[in-house]
């Protein structure tokens, strides 16, 4: 049975189905998106390469062609960063750029975010949203996580996470990812199967069932 990888920048190994995450910016040659039995993607325009040399419409106009694409199932990752160099103005302008333009396709988005939860939260409550936002990498506390929940967030955790909020998560709003992180993503199941007090083969199938509610892509797994 193969692990659902929810976001790693690395293609898929033997036994994994990975959403493997690419940068619109810096990487993404249409040639990228491959189909393949065990990669999905998804595409977006980080925080950390915003710049005032991309053009937003000119780049809103790619990711509009690569949403299109059935291999693309989520737009991301895509966020806000108080500890970057970028313009944090700039990085709004082209965050709420994206999730309107997921709305509008109807994509889940991937999130990064550091240090601007406050912002995140009146971004996702100024607007009627429906789409599910997926905060990745998530290392919060709990009560963090739930102000989070209450505006229907969901969450992707890592090899680092709290575990005391991860324990009280509700099983359907959290996926397991290894990010750029080198450990393997077996190993995260099973800090996460031993968290949860459940069998890693119990994860595993609740992951997948997630995830094809979630994207509506059944034939994933
Ligand atoms: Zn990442």
């Not at 937003?56 to 806000?80: F, I």
């Not at 500890?83 to 302008?93: G, I, V």
Request: one cysteine or more; charged letters at 20%; glycine letters at 4%.
């Amino acid at each position: 049975m193969d692990l659902l990888n929810f976001h790693t920048h690395r293609p898929a190994v033997l036994g994994e189905r990975v959403v493997r995450s690419l940068d619109l910016c810096s990487e993404c040659g249409l040639f990228d998106i491959t189909s393949s039995q065990n990669e999905l993607f998804s595409v977006g325009i980080h925080p950390w390469s915003v710049c005032q040399a991309v053009d937003l419409n000119a780049s809103l106009e790619r990711l509009q062609n690569l949403l299109a694409l059935p291999e693309v199932c989520m737009l991301g990752e895509c966020g806000l960063d108080k500890c970057c160099r970028t313009e944090f103005d700039l990085q709004l302008l082209f965050f709420r750029a994206q999730v309107e333009l997921a709305e509008s396709m109807g994509k889940p988005v991937v999130i990064h975010c550091v240090r601007a939860y406050d912002v995140l939260l009146s971004v996702r409550r100024a607007s009627t949203f429906r789409q599910p936002w997926i905060i990745h990498g998530f290392r919060g506390k709990v009560a963090l996580m739930e102000q989070l929940l209450r505006m229907g967030f969901y969450f992707s955790f890592g090899p680092y996470f709290q575990e005391d909020t991860l324990r009280v998560c509700p099983e359907d709003r959290f996926f397991i990812e290894t990010d750029d992180f080198a450990d393997s993503l077996l190993s995260v199941y099973q800090h996460v199967a031993l968290v949860r007090n459940m069998s890693v083969e119990t994860l595993i199938e609740l992951q997948q069932e997630r995830f094809s509610f979630l994207c509506l892509n059944r034939q994933f797994f």
